[in-house]
């Protein structure tokens, strides 16, 4: 999972007793490679657009790795597993949701 500030990928690791993550079709990618290509050069500069953020990537379309205040990829988490049984929950849901 990919954050600008972290406040989200954060809950992922400790906090909530519970945690729901909603993945739509679009988001399914084979590999983590693919995972991390489709955010930075998909994903990132359209939620740049959407955000109206002054980013590299919002101008030229693809992740340049830039190190501006208004980026919003800048805390990358791999969760191999949870302590905590049945703390997770992933729900897929057969439509596209956001980028």
Not at 22 to 44: D, H, M, P, S, Y
Not at 58 to 77: F, K, P, T, Y
């Amino acid at each position: 999972n990919t954050d600008g500030t972290g406040n989200r990928v954060s809950a992922l690791i400790f906090g909530p007793k519970k945690v729901y993550v909603v993945v739509g079709i679009n988001k399914l990618v084979f590999t983590r490679e693919e995972a991390q290509e489709r955010i930075r050069q998909k994903a990132a500069p359209m939620n740049c657009e959407r955000l109206d953020r002054d980013t590299p990537c919002r101008l030229v379309g693809e992740c340049v790795d830039c190190n501006v205040a208004q980026r919003i990829c800048s805390a990358n988490v791999v969760l191999s597993r949870s302590h905590v049984p049945g703390r997770i929950h992933i729900v897929f849901v057969k439509e596209a949701l956001g980028y």
